[in-house]
């Protein structure tokens, strides 16, 4: 493993995990985040305090300029995307002698582009999982190297899952750096570009309840989906948006004659009952308004009472 | 032609385990009529050496053009090498004992876990003893450090067993006692249940101690399969008077059924030995590898989809009654035998203990994981080195 010396761009803490590995082994050369995430900033340096390795805060303007420098400088040997806004150009990728390869917090190629964990839950998917790649010059299309896959479950929370795919990088880094430091070469599969998808930044609209159009299911993948980097999946009732945070299926039976958004029982006890489309009830635990995180119940303090309906 | 690389292990405590695993092999490709194969070998020793296990899987691939690797070592040997083989399109055969936990049970395209599912049997084991309340672990400090401890006890307790004590024996044999295990036998009300994890020469030993102490203070063993390892008998049999030893076991030399006779006469013919359990190891890789040859022919020689109709088959005929591949894992399974000794070391199957091996394979892997996304345990034993 002497040889080895990454650069890793990363501007998200699930990165972390990754980048542990290869600080333990010694195989760091320098680090990158951007110069507006101070957060991830304070995170870095507090990762590698110690270690002498150099933490670079770049923008939009001087990444190129900067990388270039760093990848001479360091004697880096491969670059390590783990979540970084900007797009390299292709003249960056050829620097480092084993290339760049992207951790991409998704399975490829059925969920490319930059929210994949978002689109694993609202496609409903069974599973999601993290993919690393060869970076070419498309996005996120580059040659497999490895995948590893892990089960969504139903009360699975974006913020769960970006967790569990956090310590499934840190397995992944491990590999890849084995690979890396043993291999002659580094494999990889082409794509199979008849499975594969792109998905764009979600819009307000994918992110909002229709009570007369989602199941339950559908409901609960939405809300778990904003949970917690949107605050709440969004939903209006009586004109007024608001937004539901957390929900779970009711085992109370659901009367047929009820429209769907139907709110069936609110107060403290029993909480905030609501019917959906499939005749379930779904029970609303945790709901935001600009006056903060409530109890779903505590609607009814704002005039919301039973026989009103979520649109 | 199959072109077949193997990355043979080494083993202290079972020196002969490559050459018995090869020679089950050999015998199976006779057996099966796979004699349009050649064969790559390279030593590994421990298991252990990663950059050495990777460069001879590279070579192999790269340089014999193997269409099969056949890698005696554990899941996160296999992790690291399964993206070599995906991209190489050829097939990694993961064969071990079965003695540690997968990290996670995902199905990887190329590659088939092909174990002895030692783990599975000693989960069903501890199951088997949870029925009798509560009991004490015993193990040796080699064995505690395999997840057959894991899934025995998890077992164990899940089934409402309650452990009362641990006894660990320790590495070297001059310092082995059994004396603070004794001290709890003797403070138990009932007869005493042991849950025992030990292998070869341990198992010997511990074996041969605790008959000692029965004489006086009689306990009930549940034990792993490696203490139900027929080599132990020459061992026992003249010398020991053990009570009460059962547990559950993948196999037998003396099974009766005519995959396992056809199996053990091959074998002495091609040895002029009886096979031990790491030669059937070898068999039953031979008839993956001709069940395999079969698939990739009508597959127009992709090995995913080869894999894949192999978890669609019907179960292989092995000497442990059958075996499949399971398509939701690509892990090898089969029957599970409940296994009681004589007092004199005498083997035999409970015939009126057969389970839905299915079923319990299903709970097996749905019930027993380890805790994932978390650290985990630094122990590198991969059950080669025994």
């Not at chain 2, 990739?296 to 591949?325: F, V, Y």
């Amino acid at each position: 493993m002497s040889d080895l010396k990454a650069i890793i761009l990363c501007n998200n803490p699930i990165a972390l995990p990754g980048i542990k590995e290869f600080l333990f082994y010694g195989k760091v050369g320098a680090l990158v985040t951007t110069s507006k995430n101070a957060e991830m900033q304070a995170l870095l340096a507090q990762l590698a305090a110690g270690t002498g390795v150099p933490i670079l805060h770049v923008d939009k303007k001087n990444f190129v300029a900067e990388l270039k420098s760093a990848i001479d400088k360091y004697q880096i040997t491969v670059g390590l995307i783990m979540t970084f806004p900007f797009i390299l150009p292709k003249n960056i990728l050829e620097l480092p002698e084993k290339g760049f390869i992207n951790f991409h917090y998704g399975l490829l190629p059925q969920c490319r582009g930059p929210q994949p964990i978002l689109w694993h839950i609202l496609n409903n998917n069974p599973e999601g999982g993290i993919t690393l790649h060869r970076l070419d010059d498309g996005i996120d299309t580059g040659p497999i190297v490895l995948q590893e896959k892990l089960p969504i479950g139903a009360t699975d929370t974006y913020g769960m899952l970006q967790s569990k795919l956090a310590h499934l990088g840190a397995k992944s880094a491990a590999t890849l750096l084995k690979i890396l430091s043993f291999g002659s070469f580094i494999p990889s599969t082409p794509q199979d570009e008849t499975k594969a998808a792109y998905y764009k930044n979600p819009t307000a609209q994918q992110l909002t309840i229709n009570w007369q159009t989602m199941d339950s299911h559908q409901i609960i993948r939405t809300v778990n989906a904003c949970n917690p980097w949107n605050k709440a999946a969004g939903s209006s009732i009586s004109n007024w948006f608001l937004g539901i945070t957390e929900v779970e299926i009711s085992n109370i039976a659901a009367s047929e004659t009820d429209k769907s958004g139907t709110i069936m029982v609110i107060d403290k006890e029993n909480g905030l009952l609501v019917k959906t489309k499939d005749d379930k009830i779904l029970k609303i635990n945790i709901i935001y308004l600009q006056e903060g995180f409530l109890s779903g119940w505590r609607l009814a303090e704002f005039g919301i009472k039973v026989g009103d309906c979520f649109a | 032609m199959l072109r077949i690389g193997i990355l043979t292990p080494r083993s202290t405590l079972y020196p002969t385990i490559g050459f018995d695993i090869i020679n089950g092999l050999k015998a199976g490709f006779a057996q099966f009529n796979l004699s349009d194969v050649s064969l790559f070998t390279e030593n590994i020793g421990f298991g252990t050496d990663e950059p050495e296990i990777y460069t001879k899987a590279e070579k192999l691939i790269l340089g014999d053009n193997v269409d099969v690797v056949i890698a005696c070592c554990d899941s996160r040997i296999a992790a690291m090498l399964q993206p070599l083989f995906a991209a190489a399109g050829k097939l990694l055969m993961v064969t071990n004992m079965g003695a540690n936990l997968p990290e996670d049970w995902q199905p990887h395209p190329t590659t088939i876990t092909h174990s002895l599912n030692f783990c599975f049997n000693t989960s069903l084991t501890g199951a088997l003893a949870a029925a009798n309340g509560t009991g004490a672990l015993a193990a040796s400090y080699y064995d505690a450090g395999y997840n057959q401890v894991y899934t025995i006890l998890t077992r164990f307790q899940q089934k409402g067993g309650r452990i009362l004590y641990n006894h660990v024996t320790h590495l070297k044999n001059e310092h082995f006692t059994l004396q603070p295990l004794q001290q709890f036998m003797a403070s138990e009300n009932g007869t005493p249940n042991l849950l025992c994890l030990f292998c070869a020469d341990m198992a010997e030993l511990f074996y041969k101690a605790l008959a000692a102490i029965q004489q006086e203070q009689a306990a009930n063993l549940f034990v792993s399969p490696m203490m139900l390892e027929e080599s132990l008998a020459s061992g026992l049999k003249q010398q020991v008077l053990l009570k009460n030893v059962q547990g559950y076991t993948p196999w037998l030399s003396t099974f009766t059924n005519a995959n396992n006779q056809a199996f053990v006469g091959a074998y002495q013919a091609a040895q002029g030995k009886s096979p031990n359990i790491f030669a059937l190891l070898g068999w039953d890789t031979a008839l993956l590898l001709d069940r395999f040859a079969t698939a990739l022919a009508a597959h127009n020689n992709n090995t995913a989809a080869a894999i894949k109709a192999m978890g669609e088959a019907a179960p292989l005929p092995s000497p442990r009654g059958w075996i499949k591949l399971d398509p939701l894992t690509n892990h090898i399974y089969g029957p599970a035998y409940l296994v009681k000794a004589s007092n004199h070391f005498e083997l035999t199957v409970e015939e009126n203990n057969s389970l839905d091996i299915d079923a319990e394979w299903k709970s097996f892997k749905e019930e027993i994981m380890l805790p994932s996304a978390e650290a985990s345990s630094a122990w590198r034993n991969t059950y080669l080195c025994i």
